[in-house]
């Protein structure tokens, strides 16, 4: 989303429209985090369903249960904070705040 909004001007754009900069920013972290929700909320249904039959167990990490959409979030909220954080104060140079949190 962000690196397409830049592409297309869409700061620019933006911060031409009769709207306060900080609603603009609060719409865009809204934005970010409503998508991530959609995610987890579209992922939940098929845990349920893969838990009702007989199947091995995930062998290459922790399985589809309430710890794993927990530190979903907990991983979600972290990458909202540094990342989008750096993206807001710096929206042209996109690579630096992405990169910067693989660490």
Partial sequence: ??????????IFYTMTL???????????FLFVILIQIAQVLTAIPFAYLRSLY???????GINANTAFFGLSF?????FNFYSLSNI???PTG???????AVW
């Avoid at 007989?54 to 290459?60: A, H, I, R, S």
């Avoid at 996109?94 to 910067?100: E, Q, S, T, Y």
């Fill in 94 to 100: 996109l690579g630096r705040p992405l990169a910067g």
């Fill in 1 to 10: 989303m962000c690196l397409n909004g830049r592409e297309n001007n869409d």
């Fill in 74 to 78: 907990l991983m979600m909220g972290l």
């Fill in 54 to 60: 007989d199947m091995p167990g995930n062998l290459v």
């Fill in 88 to 90: 807001i104060r710096i």
């Fill in 18 to 28: 009769p709207v306060r900069k900080k609603d603009i920013v609060k719409a865009r």
